[in-house]
């Protein structure tokens, strides 16, 4: 049996520290829920921007305080009434939310069964907390297709086409060594691209190609000298496909300006769709625009949510994707701060931090 208490720790107004909360009540579960007993949770950029309402962000926060924590991976300690597909035991993802009981900064939340997946043998409870943001994020920019979602519609591996339709085509992602980037370049792969070509720091070379990027440019080129580049790399060939893993305004026009006209420019932050629209207007470009919002449960995602948790599974076992690199930080908890530092300040390169909240004292 969960304790009725556990620790948490979440931020209790908006702009205020981070606090560790020892009697926070134990979420109840619903009849399609599994209760999860979280090994790791990871952190996002989006931890540190809700706790300080980066931006005007903390409206995100459903409730206060909030907790953070949109990662997470574990046990199954209880299993709603109408739940088949998983057990007590079973070793799962566990996505987090911007909801209080999905959130993963404590000890236990609650996870859709339909949001859930276990985690093979050859996967750590660490590297699987770091997947469920980061696959969300770039599938949805790249494989939603339901009205109302926001992207460039390839199509998804297990489609028709999907692994065709792009072959030997060349792909550009900005920013590869974040934890969405490290997806970004995987998805490419499995969509065929090729080469795919990412800006990255140097050191972070040989990992990258490890999962699929070919060509690894220096990230502090400036833009006229990391485009020229592109044009020796792909010996003059279009990229049809290019990724903001980083969002900001200057990576979006550096994706924008690497694709060809005709081609897809797709960038993970989820306001900028209007003014890139408004660009393509202008120019002429007849070039696709797609944003990322990293939630599979929205209506526009549900669908491509169940087909993609419902292949995760074996995608990890057959090595078809592999989670971010990890960098646990001691303390349980009590870590986050430091780690949401770490984040704030670019101290973190090609790794995903991630804490144990049982190991909170
Ligand atoms: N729309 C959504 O739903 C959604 C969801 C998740 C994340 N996001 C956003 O996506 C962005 C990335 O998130 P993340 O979790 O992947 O971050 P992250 O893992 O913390 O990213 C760290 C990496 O960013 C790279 N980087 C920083 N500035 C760069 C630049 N100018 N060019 C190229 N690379 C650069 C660094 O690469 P090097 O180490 O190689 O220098 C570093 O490894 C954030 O802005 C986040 O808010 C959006």
Redesign the pocket.
Known sequence: MAPTTQKMLGVPEVGKPWKLYTEWPVPTLGPNDLLVKIVSAAL???DW?IQENFMGVSILAKKWPFIGGLDGAGIVEEVGSAVTAFAKGDKVIAPGSFEQEHATFQEYNIVAAADAAKIPENISFDQAATLP??VS?VA?GIWAHEQGSRSVNFPAPWEEDGSTKFAGKAAFI????????QIAIQFARLGGFSPIIT???LH?TEYLKSLGATYIID?NLPDATILAELQKLTEGKPIVYAFD????E??QELAYAAVAPGGAVVT???AADVALKEKVQRDGSAKAVG?????LRIPPHRKLGDELYGRLTEWLEKGLIVPNRVEVIPGGLLGIPEGCDR?KH?K???V?LVVHPQETE
């Open positions: 996002n950029p989006a921007r943001v980061a994020t949805s900005v920013g590869g060594a974040g934890s969405v980037g800006t990255a720091s972070n990230r893993a980083i969002g900001y200057a990576t993970v932050n989820p944003v990322c919002f990293g939630d984040i670019n973190v390169s090609g995903k």
